[in-house]
């Protein structure tokens, strides 16, 4: 993609233009930048679909998001890696997983070639990652204890903040607590 996408290409509205902030932040609805839909139509190589899987690839990289049904139409920005699963054979929930995995990470991270600002790792060496596939029937279960997992850690750290609120509100100075 290289210089395909300059600034004075950008249009107030449009077809969005998908970035790493997309990924990073696990929203797929929110653009700062957009196209035309000529530029769309002579990009539509990196276009993005329901499904499709965006991985951060510079600075924080490996950070995935699932492009949901109701996404805005766009391309992806040189910052992305767009994964199109064959969904006969993989879901995208399961890839999502897999890549988020520390094993993934820390293989992405360890195979960087970046020097101040990590990148993301050649195609190649991406391309030769193993991953282990179950069966459809085993991705969904995953998939579903995967949400079932992240909905605890969501309740448990809405708990620790509410006891974090009680414990700040109970101080009282130590002037008070004297009984005199």
Do not use: W
Not at 52 to 67: A, E, K, M, P, Y
């Amino acid at each position: 993609m290289g210089g395909a996408l300059k600034k004075e290409i950008f249009t107030e509205k449009g077809y969005m233009v998908y970035e790493q902030r997309n990924a990073i932040s696990n929203d797929c609805m929110t653009g700062r930048y957009f196209i035309s839909e000529s530029k769309y139509r002579e990009m539509e190589d990196f276009s993005v679909k329901p499904g499709d899987i965006l991985v951060s690839c510079s600075g924080t990289i490996g950070r995935v998001v699932i492009v949901p049904e109701n996404a805005p139409k766009g391309i992806i920005n040189q910052a992305l890696l767009r994964i199109r699963v064959n969904t006969e054979k993989v879901t995208p929930e399961y890839v999502k997983i897999i890549f988020e995995s520390t094993l993934i990470q820390n293989k992405l991270n360890g195979i960087s070639h970046g020097t101040g600002l990590k990148n993301f790792p050649p195609m190649s060496e991406v391309k030769s990652l193993q991953l282990p596939i179950p069966s459809l029937d085993l991705q969904f279960e995953i998939a579903h204890l995967s949400r079932s997992v992240e909905a605890l850690k969501t309740s448990y750290q809405m708990s620790i903040k509410d006891i974090d609120s009680l414990f700040e509100s109970s101080f009282v100075s130590i002037a008070g607590l004297n009984s005199n």
